[in-house]
């Protein structure tokens, strides 16, 4: 077994190769670029070094450089993770050259599966089943119509280098063949710099099923049973699962077969995953070889209480598998949720930012049969921390969050709490999407398919509701206990009235009429204290959208109780100067409270707030510092993924500064410029 390796990754999966490398005493070096100095996986690994700038190419991609440092680190193998350079043939040559171990498979394997074409040509000759295409090298326009033709529409065209969904378009009718395929070749030539194609038949509602393989250098090879992969948006996978929801033994045999004989077909060593496309008949057809380590593979580990990253290292170091196929086992069900920094609701654009507050459901140990050594009921495999950044250069993964239960259903409601108790503050995240999507009909009753996101769009993205009472209450319960920290004590005078301003009133209520801002609206509250209680205590009548409920409350650390009468909620607020982020229910509701000291004066409908609504780029600055403008006057102009949104002036008024120039990114939330309204410029 190797002493040192070098982790040529970075994120949640160098955080999760460290993780077992450090349970099997063997060092670990991790790498970095400018932007991930300060990144969990440098603090989690022995050793650490810089590797280039911030963009991947300048550093997680600088394969000669990553070799030199494996060298000089003393590091007898690099890991690639996945990504970068774990499919890269000429890397994994590169570390044979240099006397270092590949954990991955050979460099043939790599190149024999590395083309869509080339790999489905291979699976022919083993006997692996095929969706009827055309695969061959004749690129000839007429020639691929004629195939087209021939296979029967819709068909697929998919760029021949491809991944990650790019390069791929459905053609319905032979009318719309050479637009599509001049599209495909455009895009294929761009992302992959080869513009090959191959054309299939398109399946309606298939699903995506994938099958674990693992080989050594003795000739061994097992496959570790399947993951559902179908919940999927644009072709990137949203959840995963394991075992495949209706799967009979007869047909988990015949995919395992098939995957075994893919693997062996290219001499296959290591962890290889084979993707399938099935029809909802049970039929399924070779898709492709993924030749690395896959995202989803925690939902393998925990069905089969095996360490898939152990046993690539015990594979690249000559020993046999760790188990033979007879030996494999599923237990139970495991799902993964992707949890990203991205806004759903704005299709699904990235987002930037620092993690200001975050708050994870706890890693549970789950107790079988009396076995206190089960599997985690919960899992979280990660690779930042609170107070990270999650920056605009590499994929905003913020975390795997993985669930395993008895049976499916358990399975679902572990996943389900879990995300309710996922908590972030400071960008948008895709959490309340996944909320939903676990809780809908047709995830829950495992009607899967790849299209299930946009064939359930209503259920998935539903209007905005309305803010509810118990999250204005929850919110409420935090502005009156930091009031009353934020009180001055007097220490010379302890009575003094200043130290007790609790509203106590002699033979009257104390009245509070509370502003927030949330959901679009402004929100009126009011509070009324009871006439005879004594300052400080925590009772109240509170009046909210036409509602009105006795209201107290309690602190237990993080968690505010709050009673409504007969009606008793809890959750969390974490707040931000005037802002309250309330997590409730599995809800994260934000509210402005609207500070009557600092927003007197305001006029109602104000708008045209002077921050960023989205990562991106300025791309056009339209007034100077001390220019004058009136409401709705556009003052710049930023873009993200293609989109352009511009700010407006919110009001008359005079901008004092202008915060970012063209060319310049920004996070979301970022204020651009500063504003300064008439009646105040003019003071």
């Known amino acids: 077994m190797f002493n040192k390796i070098l982790i040529a990754n970075r994120g949640e999966i160098a955080c999760r190769v460290a993780a077992t490398c450090r349970r099997l005493g063997i060092r670990t070096v991790a790498v970095y670029s400018d932007a991930d100095a300060d990144a969990r996986h440098v603090a989690f690994c022995d050793e650490a070094v810089h590797i280039g700038g911030a963009a991947a190419r300048d550093s997680y991609l600088r394969a000669d450089h990553i070799i030199e440092m494996a060298k000089e680190t003393g590091a007898q193998a690099i890991h690639p993770g996945y990504g970068f350079l774990s499919e890269n043939e000429d890397f994994a040559r590169a570390c044979a050259e240099a006397g270092l171990v590949f954990i991955g498979p050979p460099a043939d394997a790599i190149h024999a599966m590395g083309s869509k074409s080339a790999a489905k040509q291979l699976m022919e000759k083993a006997a692996v089943p095929l969706v009827p295409g055309y695969h061959g090298e004749d690129q000839d326009a007429a020639l691929l119509r004629r195939e087209a033709d021939r296979i029967g529409y819709p068909v697929l065209l998919k760029a021949s280098a491809g991944g990650g969904g790019k390069g791929m378009r459905v053609v319905e009718a032979g009318d719309g063949f050479e637009a599509a395929l001049a599209s495909v070749k455009r895009e294929a030539s761009a992302s992959f710099g080869d513009d090959k194609v191959l054309v299939e038949k398109y399946l309606t509602r298939p699903r995506h099923i994938e099958i674990q393989v693992f080989a050594d250098t003795q000739g061994n090879c097992v496959y570790l049973f399947e993951r559902d992969c179908s919940v999927q948006r644009r072709h990137q996978k949203v959840l995963e699962e394991a075992p495949a929801p209706g799967m009979t033994e007869e047909r988990r045999r015949a995919m395992g077969d098939a995957a075994v004989a893919s693997a062996r077909a290219v001499g296959y060593v290591g962890a290889g995953t084979v993707e399938f496309i099935a029809n909802q008949d049970g039929s399924f057809y070779f898709m492709e070889m993924n030749t690395r380590l896959q995202v989803e593979h925690p939902v393998t580990e925990m069905i089969t209480g095996q360490d898939l990253v152990e046993w690539q290292l015990r594979v690249a170091a000559g020993e046999p598998l760790p188990l033979t196929q007879a030996q494999l086992k599923i237990d139970g069900h495991a799902l993964e949720a992707r949890i990203y920094a991205e806004n759903p609701d704005k299709g699904f654009l990235p987002s930037t930012g620092t993690l200001r507050f975050l708050r994870t459901p706890p890693a549970v140990q789950f107790m079988r049969g009396g076995d206190a050594h089960g599997p985690a009921g919960v899992r979280i495999d990660a690779g930042v921390r609170e107070g990270d950044t999650i920056s605009p250069f590499y994929d905003p993964m913020i975390a795997k969050l993985i669930v395993w239960g008895r049976d499916r259903d358990e399975a679902l409601s572990r996943m389900a709490q879990a995300l309710a108790n996922y908590h972030v503050v400071g960008l948008s995240t895709n959490v309340a999407f996944l909320q939903r999507l676990v809780k809908s009909e047709a995830f829950r009753t495992a009607d899967l398919d790849t299209g299930l996101i946009e064939r359930n769009q ?211 939330g970022a204020q651009l410029l500063a504003f300064a309204q008439a009646e105040d410029a003019t003071a």
Do not use: C
Not at 470 to 488: C, Q
Not at 642 to 667: F, N, R, W
């Open 458 to 668: 209503t259920v998935l993205f539903p209007p905005q509701k309305s803010v509810g009472i118990e999250a204005i209450a929850l919110a409420v319960a935090a502005l009156l206990e930091r009031d009353t920290r934020e009180r001055r004590v007097d220490e010379a005078d302890r009575h003094s009235p200043w130290t007790h301003a609790g509203g106590w009133r002699l033979n009257a209520r104390d009245v509070r009429t509370l502003y927030f801002e949330g959901a679009g609206h402004k929100l009126e509250v009011v509070l009324k204290g009871d006439a005879r209680a004594i300052p400080d205590q925590r009772r109240h009548t509170l009046i909210y959208a036409d509602q009105a409920a006795p209201f107290a409350y309690t602190f237990n650390a993080d968690d505010i109780r709050v009673d409504l009468g007969t009606r008793r909620t809890h959750g969390q607020v974490h707040l931000e100067r005037d802002t309250f982020h309330v997590f409730h229910a599995g809800r994260h509701t934000v509210l402005e409270w609207l500070d009557p000291l600092s927003h007197a004066g305001e006029a109602e409908g104000e708008g045209g707030k002077l921050t960023a609504p989205m990562p991106g780029k300025v791309i056009a600055v339209m007034v100077e510092p001390g220019g004058k403008v009136t409401r709705g006057t556009p003052l710049l102009v930023m873009e993200a993924m293609k989109m352009e949104h511009t700010i407006t002036a919110p009001a008359d008024g005079v901008v004092s500064e202008v915060l970012y120039g063209v060319g310049e990114q920004v996070t979301e």
